[in-house]
Every structure is written in structure tokens, then in C-alpha cells.
């Protein structure tokens, strides 16, 4: 069953070091999200990505964060200069069209120190 | 602004017994609801989707949730717990399948033997 993955599992990174998480969406997806959990919260959304551009974005999407998708498999979220409050699991999902499941993956743990 | 409650943050169930998990939204249009599941370690897997049409849902797992309008509630229902089914339950509503996604803040669910 095709599923979306995301790499690494678990990251961790100094204060103010820049991190790329990266997900590989499931391959006829059109749709891409990113999502984060910081611990004992709830899932907030971050951006939305759509036909090689941001389609929306949350008040916590700042400058500080980026989505790129690389190449025809792969989709980025860029946080450039990570603060300790960044730590959060990230989550990437994505789907075939608007009003279709949206499959997430297994979600990458960050920890700024 | 759109939100979503669930006001029990762990229930224990004993296995075999019934379930109902609790959700209540505020949405200024028509709502797209859903319902995903956490286990440890694991990815959002979704269990079931309300867009439209027939208010009462089925879902994978044997789960099925009623779409309230009157009450804003989604909850989910399943009429016999497995042990397999302790894991951590969110609600969320949105525009659609994948986007803007609101969370609830998840139900932990433990079945006892």
C-alpha cells in the first residue's frame, strides 16, 4: 500500500542551526501539507502546497519556515534558524485532490537544544 | 474561527465493551469532519471522513461516527473494543480532505482485558 514517508524519524538540532525535514508524498499526489504536534498539544497545521507554490499558510508558518519540493518526489519544510519552541513532531501529508483522503506519514520528531 | 473539543483526554474501556468518543466543533460553514487514530509510534491513519449525504458514517476498524448538526458534534462509536485498539483518537474538521485541518486535542483510549 503506497504510504507517505517522511526522513529522518528523529532529529536533533542545536539552537539556531538550520533543518530540512523531508517527505516523499505518495506518488500521484497533488496536494501537500505540513503539520506539527508540539508535545501534550494538538496537531496544528503549517502550509498547504499546491502545483509548485504555497496555497495557504498558518499564522506560525513565519520566514523562518520554507517548503520546497525539489524534484518531482520529494517535499521540504526548511526551518532556518531553529528556536527551542520548534521542537515538535512534524508531520507531512498529502492527497490526490481536495475532497480526497489525506494520508500522513509517520511524522519526523525534532528537538532543538 | 474554527475549533474543535474533545473533552475526555483518556477513557478505559474494558475489552468487548462499547465506546463512544466525544467531539464537539465550531465551524462557520458547512464542516468537512473526521476522525484519525495515533498508535505509538505510528502516523495520523484516518478511520473516517463526513463531507456530505448520510449523517451516520462507517469507517475501517468497525468504527462508524453521526454527524450532529444541531448538537456540532461528530462522535465515534464502535459497539466492541479490541485490545488493539488502545491508541490515541483525534477529531478535526476542515474545508476539505487534507487542508487547514483543525485538531482536536486526541482522547487516549486503554482497553483493559
Known amino acids: 500500500e503506497p504510504e507517505v514517508t517522511q526522513t529522518p524519524s528523529h532529529q536533533v538540532t542545536q539552537m539556531g542551526q538550520e533543518v530540512i525535514l523531508r517527505c516523499v508524498p505518495i506518488?500521484?499526489?497533488?496536494?501537500f501539507y505540513w503539520y506539527r504536534q508540539i508535545l501534550g498539544q494538538k496537531v496544528e497545521f503549517l502550509v498547504s502546497?499546491?502545483?509548485?507554490?504555497?496555497?495557504?499558510k498558518s499564522e506560525i508558518f513565519d520566514d523562518q519556515f520554507s517548503v520546497e519540493r525539489p524534484d518531482g518526489s520529494n517535499f521540504t519544510l526548511k526551518i532556518r534558524s531553529t528556536k527551542l519552541e520548534d521542537s515538535a513532531m512534524y508531520f507531512c501529508?498529502?492527497?490526490?485532490?481536495?475532497?480526497?483522503?489525506?494520508?500522513f506519514g509517520q511524522g519526523t520528531r525534532l528537538t532543538v537544544v | 474561527a474554527q475549533s474543535v473539543t474533545q473533552p475526555d483526554i483518556h477513557i478505559t474501556v474494558s475489552e468487548g465493551a462499547s465506546l463512544e468518543l466525544r467531539c464537539n466543533y465550531s465551524?462557520?460553514?458547512?464542516?468537512?469532519l473526521f476522525w484519525y487514530v495515533q498508535s505509538p509510534g505510528q502516523g495520523l491513519q484516518l478511520l473516517l471522513k463526513?463531507?456530505?449525504?448520510?449523517?451516520l458514517v462507517q469507517g475501517i476498524k468497525g468504527f462508524e461516527a453521526e454527524f450532529k448538526r444541531s448538537q456540532s458534534s461528530f462522535n465515534l462509536r464502535k459497539p466492541s473494543v479490541h485490545w488493539s485498539d488502545a491508541a490515541e483518537y483525534f477529531c478535526?474538521?476542515?474545508?476539505?480532505?487534507?487542508?487547514?485541518?483543525?485538531f482536536g486535542g486526541g482522547t487516549r483510549l486503554m482497553v483493559k482485558p
Open positions: 501529508a498529502s492527497n490526490r485532490g481536495a475532497n480526497t483522503e489525506a494520508f
Open positions: 506518488s500521484n499526489h497533488l496536494y
Open positions: 502546497f499546491y502545483n509548485n507554490e504555497i496555497s495557504e
Open positions: 465551524y462557520g460553514a458547512t464542516p468537512y
Open positions: 463526513y463531507f456530505s449525504g448520510d449523517t
Open positions: 478535526a474538521v476542515g474545508p476539505d480532505a487534507g487542508n487547514m485541518l483543525t
